[in-house]
């Protein structure tokens, strides 16, 4: 059994409470159906904000999902380098799985695709 590390990332149009909320679920839903993993196989799930996004915690989202409550969750601000993507939602999951590096499926949505085109799917 391995520890990996799935990376995701998403945008949002507005420092708003529900559309941050919302595309984190989203996100995270999507990473976990790709990857076929269940919360139990989970290690933790550290997430990361520009420093734009103050209107809520993302974390706020996965602990509502069925399933989470236990699973340890982090929320931190990225780093505000200039020029970077803003209002971006990051997450690293790191799940114990067979899978090996080249099967891990990372999610980047909506304008996060600019940050790993060679990872993202239309």
């Not at 420093?51 to 989202?61: G, M, N």
Request: net charge negative.
């Amino acid at each position: 059994m391995f520890v990996r590390g799935i990376r995701g990332a998403t945008t949002v149009e507005h420092n708003e409470e529900n559309e941050i909320l919302s595309a984190t679920t989203e996100l995270l839903n999507q990473i976990v159906q790709e990857n076929g993993i269940v919360p139990e196989e989970i290690a933790s799930v550290f997430i990361t904000v520009t420093p734009d996004l103050t209107a809520t915690f993302p974390a706020r989202s996965i602990r509502q999902m069925a399933g989470w409550e236990l699973v340890p969750l982090m929320c931190s601000l990225e780093i505000p380098v200039e020029g970077g993507l803003p209002q971006c939602i990051r997450l690293m999951v790191t799940v114990n799985t067979e899978k090996k590096q080249n099967e891990i499926k990372h999610v980047y949505q909506r304008e996060a695709m600019r940050l790993r085109p060679d990872l993202s799917t239309k």
